[in-house]
């Protein structure tokens, strides 16, 4: 049996990120959820991450600290994609210069993000 | 504190000129200093709303998703009443998400933090985007939506996302108070300007009209024209406002000619930053 994709959803709100829980989990994914900086890095260094969905605001400060982190480790995630609320043109152009794949407004429909999600899974 | 508008007082006019300079002086100095507190108040009520409305997005995010999850069956097949109750979960929690997408476009106009990002763009493209995501408001409220821009209109260069942002309010309210059996019409054209040519863009209906007394009253934050609670037109209030603001972001002018019950014109203009 194929392993199931790992998807890490990174954010602080138990609300979202118990819909994109049930979002992957249903759909084939195993999905480990981290509210910090500190959990996502320890998670993703430990546990291999196919794809990591990143909230930019995390409780223990900026979530593309967890990119900075883990590229010192050597534990980069296969895909990383920036989940945000804000989509000033300052806010995409910091993420991608972290290594962030995409960056989205929430809410992205669920439909969308699913079939976007197999895109970057299938690479 | 001696307010600049009130008339030098008995006490001025027996000193001497010098006297006089260095009250008038220690005045101005208390008046710049009360107006930056004001500035600065303002600022920081901005800032709040737009943090307010920002956290505000997160648990719509997962009302929305949740019932997205339930539509479209992941979590097994659905009735079609319970997709019918679902789909109104969705659709009211995205139009909510709209209106707290616009409390915080204006609060962050308000705190200066809304940037123009440039790029040459196809106008009349937009003008059909933001038309076709109108076209089933228009119908169901039997209003007829046209547009009347030339396909080989010259690209104009601006921000993309801001200018339909524009367009979506203006139209949205022109089909909004215009009744059934109306009309409503997007034009655009370059014309020449006092120093350079502009694109100008109009947004007509033949609603129920502006009365020209309240012509600056509508751009005003929060305004509508009628606005008690049971006014028959909902909305944030700020639609106006935030075209305004993003058109003078552009360097632009915006301003409507509108008389009651004769429809209303809305014109803003795109100044040809290319020549």
Redesign the interface.
């Known amino acids: 049996m194929t392993a199931l994709p790992h998807v890490l959803v990174a954010e602080d709100?138990e609300?979202?990120s118990?819909?994109?829980r049930?979002?992957f989990e249903?759909?084939g994914h195993r999905v480990s959820i981290a509210p910090s900086i500190a959990e996502a890095v320890q998670v993703a260094s430990t546990d291999a991450v196919d794809l990591l969905l990143l909230d930019l605001g995390l409780v223990d400060g900026d979530g593309l600290a967890v990119l900075s982190q883990l590229r010192a480790l050597d534990a980069l995630p296969r895909i990383a994609v920036a989940l945000t609320?804000?989509d000033?043109?300052?806010v995409v152009a910091r993420c991608r210069a972290m290594g962030c794949h995409d960056v989205l407004l929430?809410?992205v429909?669920?439909?969308e993000l699913l079939r976007m999600a197999r895109e970057w899974l299938a690479r | 504190m001696h307010r600049l508008d009130e008339p030098v007082t008995p006490l001025m006019q027996s000193t001497t000129p010098d006297v006089r300079v260095a009250m008038l002086e220690a005045q101005l100095r208390q008046a710049h200093d009360h107006i930056a507190e004001l500035e600065a108040s303002d600022g920081v009520k901005a800032q709040s709303l737009a943090n307010i409305s920002h956290d505000l997005r997160t648990p719509l995010t997962a009302v929305i998703t949740h019932a997205e999850i339930l539509r479209d069956g992941i979590l097994g097949p659905l009735t079609p009443r319970q997709l019918e109750s679902v789909g109104g979960i969705i659709n009211g929690g995205r139009q909510l998400l709209g209106q707290v997408g616009e409390i915080l476009t204006y609060a962050r106009g308000a705190a200066n933090q809304l940037t123009v990002v440039p790029s040459q763009f196809d106008l009349s493209a937009v003008v059909t985007q933001i038309c076709a995501l109108n076209e089933s408001l228009a119908s169901r409220k039997g209003v007829a939506l046209v547009s009347d821009v030339p396909v080989d209109l010259e690209h104009v260069t601006a921000d993309r996302e801001k200018i339909a942002h524009v367009l979506g309010n203006l139209l949205g309210n022109a089909i909004d108070f215009t009744p059934a059996g109306g009309r409503v019409w997007i034009t655009a054209r370059f014309v020449a300007a006092s120093a350079n040519r502009e694109c100008l863009v109009e947004v007509g209906d033949t609603g129920i009209g502006i009365d020209p007394e309240h012509h600056e009253l509508v751009f005003r934050e929060f305004a509508q024209v009628d606005s008690s609670a049971s006014r028959p037109h909902h909305g944030t209030g700020l639609g106006l406002t935030i075209a305004r603001k993003l058109v003078e972001l552009h360097g632009g002018r915006i301003w409507l000619e509108s008389g009651l019950g004769e429809g209303s014109r809305f014109f803003f203009t795109i100044p040809d930053v290319t020549c």
Do not use: C
Request: charged letters at 30%.
């Open positions: 709100n609300l979202v118990g819909a994109m049930v979002l249903e759909t609320g804000r000033e043109p300052e929430k809410p429909p669920a439909r």
